[in-house]
């Protein structure tokens, strides 16, 4: 009778352990399916402050990041391409508009984007930048680790040293270099603090005027040229940007050339540009977007600085200067300018 009890105890214990064994693995399952996120479809906003060469770029590096992460578009993810056209009342509201919409995760492009993310969204909203000089300059944090943690992403300042080493290269007459900028936006703070620095270094002496509106950019680089510069080397900006136009018009009316940091003033007239490349950039701002889809906290996840640069000459800009261009600096290019067409360099 003892040994039946025994062995009915025994029994007993040996189906509530599996019992408990099946219940654990099974709660350890649906544990891993929540942290990796499969069964969620993320809502993922991709806000835009204007529509520049520059921008597409990141855009499309991201899209594509996304797309070779492993996660399915449409089941794993959505992505909503939004752009203010270079109107800041209306990145507060595409802001808002994703919020409202219940976005799971917002990747910003440019300082205003980035900026306005982290004072409209709620805290617990992950937010990925890309195409920023400084997410530190830009209020995110007060280094690459400690920062909002919500916030993380890939920083794009600009390749200052690059082309100071390229102009004094190849421009050897270049003495005075000079550039506007806008004292209200922070990234342009930034990126003319920065090249002041890489001038001096090089032995520049670099011209600054301020600009604060659209419709002061003419003037303003009209009253930049009779300051005796070699050339204007221009820091990146959104408003200046926007505007390069009236820049380079005011350089070729004093026949000097333009040197620049953004691709799409080379289309626009720049004479060299030392550019980030915005495309890989956006795959790297991806590749942090899907690890956090896949359970990461942006908390974790130190800022990225990327660095890698390309040139691109401009061979029409040459010629309306009546410039013979020293053919290494032509075959160090990666693209080249020519009868307003970009083809890629054959080195």
């Not at 959505?78 to 808002?96: F, P, W, Y």
């Not at 508009?97 to 004072?119: C, E, G, K, M, Y």
């Not at 680089?221 to 300051?227: D, E, G, H, P, S």
């Amino acid at each position: 009778m003892a040994a039946k009890l025994h062995r009915n105890l025994l029994l007993g214990t040996v189906l509530i352990l599996a019992a408990s064994t099946v219940l654990l693995l099974s709660d350890m399952g649906q544990r891993t399916r929540t942290s990796s996120g499969p069964g969620k479809r993320w809502k993922i906003f991709l806000i835009q402050y204007n529509n520049v060469v520059d921008v597409q770029e990141s855009e499309d590096g991201v899209l594509e990041g996304l797309r070779n992460s492993g996660l399915t578009e449409g089941r794993d993810y959505e992505a909503r391409v939004v752009n203010a056209q270079g109107d800041m009342a209306t990145v507060s509201a595409l802001v808002d508009a994703a919020v409202n919409d219940h976005a799971d995760l917002l990747v910003t492009f440019s300082t205003p984007t980035l900026q306005a993310a982290i004072r409209r969204a709620p805290s617990s909203t992950p937010i990925v930048f890309t195409y920023v000089a400084s997410a530190v300059a830009a209020g995110a944090g007060r280094s690459e680790k400690d920062h909002l943690p919500n916030v993380t992403g890939v920083s794009t300042g600009a390749a200052y040293d690059d082309l100071i080493a390229a102009i004094k290269r190849w421009f050897p007459h270049v003495r005075t270099l000079g550039t506007l900028f806008v004292p209200a936006e922070s990234n342009m703070v930034f990126h003319t603090t920065n090249l002041e620095a890489a001038a001096r270094r090089a032995g520049y002496k670099l011209e600054v005027v301020p600009v604060s509106t659209a419709t002061e950019i003419a003037d303003a680089a009209t009253a930049l040229t009779a300051r005796d510069v070699d050339a204007i080397c221009q820091v990146p900006g959104n408003l200046t940007a926007a505007g390069f136009g009236s820049i380079s018009r005011a350089a070729q009316r004093a026949h000097i050339p333009v040197f620049a940091f953004q691709q799409a003033q080379a289309k626009d007239g720049a004479l060299l540009v030392a550019a980030r490349d915005y495309r890989d950039a956006g795959r790297e701002a991806a590749r942090l977007a899907v690890a956090i889809v896949r359970g990461d906290t942006p908390a974790k996840t130190p800022f990225q600085n990327f660095n890698r640069t390309k040139f691109v000459v401009n061979l029409d800009a040459a010629r309306a200067l009546d410039l013979s261009l020293p053919p290494d600096l032509v075959q160090s290019a990666q693209e080249l300018i020519e009868d307003g067409v970009i083809r890629s360099s054959s080195r």
